[in-house]
């Protein structure tokens, strides 16, 4: 194994049963992605980006092909274990957030750290809440924010747990322009600051050229797969 | 390739998951508030109701001897024969009584009044005490040779102790009040209030002639006597011999039974209570952990395990039923400790309430197991979740494991079965219970397929949209026809049949008081004495109703056998009391409003060969008697063939003269008799004048005034209905709580959509009219066909529980229905009142 690769994708294959019908989302997707790599999944609506996604996550399984994360063949783990890994080495960021609606902002970014355990999950949770500029929403729930401040939150708890890879998904979809903005440069000073591994999935081709790698997906197949100077 | 090992496995301790149950039910409080309130009315109902009748039985069960007042005692209504007169003295009695019903007078101011005179000799009761005032009296009439009598009586007549009774042809100084003696309750102190008097005195009233009904009592005082083996040894013994033998573990077990039909009606509404909670907690948490199933998925995605995220929700409940329990157990007891004090005066001993460890432990208990129970199903979908639906993948492909379904169903059965076991004591009345609960779960779940199915067939395209829409709802994806319907219609058919049930009991113990029915009886009246005192009658202008002759008499021969030859034959199963009993029979020409004719012919008039009687199924039971039997009567010396020409079902509990055997007219016009007669007093006035004149001239003859003993019988029914009317109201609650939580179970899904709407275009009209066509056809179709299903198990409890006929009113369900429907549509129509008030956007946010 190349040490170096963080993500490794070897001929993805994932259908899904509609009515009598089979659809093939995915075909024969192979990649790698290194680490402390920026990467983005480009591609339009319906190519098998989050599907991609869902499985490089260890959300979803395969029907055939192999998702290699951390050195973890996904296959081969329970979803049990699967949800461990995530807790230990993955962070996410949604298109709508997804924070828990009945916690605030402060135990929604302790969650991950809660379920490791850590005795100071609070305490750095609040340091990554002031790092985002919400210190002032520690107790607001997540409907007393706004789109914007709910998507710092997420940011916040995607970095709780110092993962090695983080995957976000449409990050800008529900943004305005100029929120959207303020969010992307959050999440790329974030990462750099913590070294992780970074993979977006974005129809938003102007994100994805900050990125170092892009991969273009269309009709579940990998069109190009490139590093960003190429284009 | 090899794995790398994972890290060790995440440490999430409990004092956390905790913490994470608390958050997420602090935001949710709205919500769990109806789900609580379910567990607490249900357990409330419960715990009272097990805490009530644990402290009578324990009451009856402590106070035992103290009822009786001796260990045991043998009574005989006649002066006891040679034989059983030998067994008694051999045995030894510390104290012995006879009483009789007779007229006394206070010569004070001349008042009458109907009483039972109880001469008694000896230092009886053994236990327990004559409560009386001055509270010596009651040690020391027998020495002064005094009289005790009734306090109520005394005050009524304003008689004070030292003034004087007189009894019969005696007069005696009353030596003090009575408040309580063993062996006595407030309803037959009321028809005939004792007056007790030394034995020595009985002989001097002379009110012991031929045919005064009376009581002969031996009471025995001994502690080391197995009394099972003694009562199984003299009973057989003392029934051939016309008298009895009673124990003081059998009066408490009698006394015990005589709670029965209110104590299982209170079971019924405890089961029902507990049941309508279930059902509360069922479709309270469906809803709930649907909501929470996108929160379990972000969960499951930041790395939550399966056990972990199933576990957060099951503590949650479980917490909730525990403080569920806890309030509702603290509910009943508040409840049940009012029972004593509106029941004290039905019930012939003190009633000491304490609180028993069983129901409240049960009840904590009873709220956290019902609670996680009904709530795994929903709970299980926790375990299912898949965390892709964070990234809006639609995964339906998950199912949950149908071994879970199954095992759950069994235990939910299991549940249900033990806890009517354990309320009913009764294996096939409990299954019975329980079967028709889940059968009518599956009729209403079926109803709703069909219904289902039926409006996508003959679905209208062509209506307006206003009504498209609400039919579109019952079957389009998400639906919520089938919870709704199934627990509107459960929830109906619980509150139906149990306000049913009530209604059939309380209907049964009510009692007929109007002009045409007599509320006056006259009794003892001799055949020279009639004319004399229906002279009385009119003087007074009082018109007699009934004119009732009694003749008394003896079986001689049953079907050929003498009665000798009965009774020493050991494998005859004619039970002993028939062969020593003195039947008092009547004779006339038709039947009365409480008998029924069961078998054979009912002959008016007899005119020639054997006489043809009529006798009572009690009577063709126990005498082994059928229709076409020859029977020969020992009428004070004279033998009477008769033949058996029917049977007849007599309603004993009717308050009105029945007899056990009746002869037609035409036989024993001319036989030695006594007369009763019945009349209808207007009034208060009348009646007292009525007795003054009658006791003055005939001391012999008894009167009773059925206007007091209606009296009381009313005052004890109001208790005892007021006692099922609140628990009944109760378990109605709990229902109409259900009810609440079902229909407000799809409030947020209906916000969004009529959110929806409004952003479209809709106007309030539109939303209002989508909504409330939608509820009234679930309303509707939900109760009808709830009230149709209580019918069937009200009539099913009556036959089988109650053993009672099933004559439900039908205008309580008149009301019933658009009650039920319009609480539904109400309730329906405040699901979405936000919308109305307030902008789309405003409320999606408050929803978020």
């Known amino acids: 194994m190349n040490n170096s690769k963080i993500l490794k994708i070897n001929g993805l294959q994932k259908n899904y049963t509609s009515g009598a019908k089979q659809l093939t989302v995915l075909q024969d997707v192979s990649f790698e992605v290194a680490k402390g790599q920026t990467f983005a999944i480009v591609g339009p609506s319906g190519s098998g980006k989050t599907t991609l996604l869902g499985l490089c996550a260890g959300l979803d399984t395969a029907d055939a092909g192999t998702v290699t994360l951390c050195g973890h063949n996904l296959q081969q783990l329970t979803q049990d274990q699967r949800a461990q890994l995530r807790n230990q080495e993955v962070g996410f960021i949604f298109q709508n957030f997804q924070l828990l609606p009945t916690l605030t902002a402060l135990e929604n970014v302790s969650v991950p750290l809660d379920l490791q355990g850590d005795k100071k999950a609070s305490q750095i949770a609040k340091e990554l809440l002031e790092k985002v500029g919400l210190g002032n929403r520690l107790d607001h729930y997540p409907s007393q924010l706004s789109g914007g401040e709910q998507q710092r939150v997420a940011l916040a708890r995607a970095f709780s747990n110092r993962p090695s890879i983080l995957f976000a998904d449409e990050p800008t979809g529900n943004l305005d322009e100029e929120t959207g903005e303020t969010v992307i440069k959050l999440l790329l000073e974030l990462n750099q600051d913590a070294g992780t591994t970074l993979v977006i999935i974005t129809h938003d081709m102007d994100l994805a050229r900050r990125t170092q790698q892009i991969l273009r997906l269309k009709g579940g197949q990998v069109v190009s797969n490139q590093p960003v100077a190429a284009f | ?241 016309n008298a009895d033998i009673d124990t003081h573990t059998s009066t408490s077990s009698r006394l015990g039974r005589r709670y029965d039909n209110v104590g299982k009606f209170l079971n019924l509404v405890a089961f029902i209570a507990l049941l309508l909670g279930c059902v509360g907690i069922a479709s309270s948490v469906n809803i709930y952990i649907k909501e929470k199933l996108p929160a379990v998925a972000v969960l499951k995605c930041l790395g939550a395990s399966r056990k972990l995220s199933f576990l957060i929700f099951g503590i949650q409940i479980a917490g909730i039923g525990l403080l569920g329990g806890l309030l509702g157990t603290a509910l009943g007891v508040g409840v049940q400790s009012m029972f004593p004090y509106i029941l004290q005066s039905l019930l012939p001993f003190n009633v000491t309430i304490e609180l028993l460890p069983q129901p409240l432990i049960l009840g904590v208990l009873l709220g956290v197991f019902m609670s996680v129970l009904f709530a795994l199903l929903p709970l299980l979908r926790t375990l299912y979740v898949s965390p892709l639906a964070v990234l809006r993948i639609d995964d339906s492909g998950t199912v949950q494991s149908t071994l879970a379904r199954w095992v759950l169903g069994i235990l939910i059965f299991g549940f249900l079965y033990g806890f009517s076991f354990w309320l009913l004591q009764d294996g096939a009345y409990a299954l019975a219970f329980v079967v028709g609960v889940v059968v009518t779960f599956a009729i209403l779940a079926g109803i709703a397929l069909f219904t289902m199915k039926l409006v996508k067939y003959f679905f209208p395209k062509e209506a307006s949209y206003t009504l498209r829409q609400p039919l579109l709802n019952l079957f389009r994806p998400n639906n919520q026809t089938m919870v709704l319907l199934v627990a ?361």
């Open chain 2, 488 to 848: 509107i219609g459960l929830g109906t058919f619980l509150i139906s049949t149990l306000y049913l049930s009530k209604d059939m009991l309380l209907a049964k113990t009510s009692i007929e008081n109007n002009a045409k029915s007599p509320n006056l009886v006259a009794l003892d009246i001799q055949t020279k004495q009639l004319d004399a005192v229906v002279g009385v009658f009119n003087k007074n202008k009082i018109d007699i109703i009934n004119n009732i002759p009694l003749v008394t008499m003896r079986m001689h021969s049953i079907k050929g056998v003498g009665l000798n030859e009965i009774r020493k034959d050991t494998t005859s199963t004619i039970r002993g009391w028939i062969l020593n009993h003195e039947f008092r029979t009547t004779y006339r020409d038709s039947l009365i409003g409480s008998e029924k004719l069961q078998k054979g012919e009912w002959i008016a008039n007899y005119e020639q060969g054997t006489i043809p009687i009529s006798i009572s199924d009690n009577i063709a039971r126990d005498a082994q008697l059928a229709v076409g039997d020859a029977v020969v009567f020992n009428v004070q010396g004279v033998l009477m063939e008769t033949v058996v020409a029917s049977v007849r079902q007599v309603d004993w509990t009717r308050l009105q003269l029945n007899f056990s055997i009746v002869f037609p007219a035409g036989v024993l016009e001319n036989a030695p008799q006594f007369n009763v007669l019945t009349a209808h007093v207007p009034n208060e006035e009348r009646s007292a004048y009525l007795q003054r004149d009658l006791v003055a001239s005939f001391p012999n003859v008894s009167l009773i005034d059925l206007r007091q003993v209606y009296t009381i019988i009313e005052d004890i029914l109001d208790k005892v209905s007021w006692v099922i009317n609140f628990m009944a109201f109760f378990s109605i609650l709990t229902g109409i709580i259900v009810l609440i939580g079902s229909v407000r179970t799809s409030k947020y899904q209906r916000i969004r959509e009529a959110v929806l709407l409004r952003t479209l275009g809709a106007k309030n009209k539109h939303i209002v009219t989508i909504a409330i066509l939608e509820y009234l056809f679930l309303g509707v179709l939900g109760c009808l066909v709830g009230l149709v299903l209580a019918l069937a198990g009200s009539a099913a409890l009556a036959f089988y529980l109650f053993e009672e006929t099933f004559a439900p009113t039908i205008w309580p369900l008149l009301v019933f229905l658009p009650a039920l429907v319009l609480l539904v549509v109400a309730i329906g129509l405040s699901n979405i009142r936000p919308v109305l008030k307030s902008s789309p956007l405003e409320v999606l946010r408050g929803v978020g």
């Open chain 2, 1 to 241: 390739m090899n794995n790398i090992p994972l890290k060790p496995t995440q440490k999430a301790n409990t004092a956390w998951l905790f913490k994470m149950a608390w958050r997420d039910a602090k935001a949710s409080k709205v919500r769990l508030l109806l789900f609580m309130a379910s567990i607490i009315l249900g357990i409330a109902a419960v715990v009272s109701i097990q805490l009530f009748s644990g402290n009578l039985k324990n009451n009856i069960q402590g106070q035992s001897k103290s009822l009786m007042g001796a260990d045991y005692l043998i009574d005989t209504d006649q002066e006891p024969t040679e034989r059983a007169q030998q067994l008694i003295d051999s045995l030894g009695p510390q104290a012995m009584e006879v009483n009789f019903v007779s007229m006394v007078a206070f010569p004070k101011n001349g008042g009458t009044r109907l009483v039972r005179v109880r001469g008694i000799a000896g230092d009886f009761p053994f236990y327990g005490e004559i409560d009386s005032e001055p509270p010596t009296a009651g040690n020391t009439y027998q020495q002064q040779g005094g009289a005790l009598v009734d306090a109520t009586l005394m005050l009524q007549y304003n008689v004070v102790p030292g003034d004087s009774i007189k009894i019969g042809e005696v007069t005696l100084p009353i030596a003090g009040a009575l408040k309580a003696i063993p062996g006595t309750t407030a309803i037959s102190t009321s028809v005939a209030p004792p007056v007790i008097i030394p034995y020595a005195y009985v002989e001097q009233t002379q009110l012991l002639q031929f045919g005064s009904r009376k009581e002969y009592q031996y009471f025995f005082k001994d502690e080391t006597v197995d009394l099972a083996l003694l009562d199984k040894t003299l009973d057989p013994m003392l029934d051939m011999e």
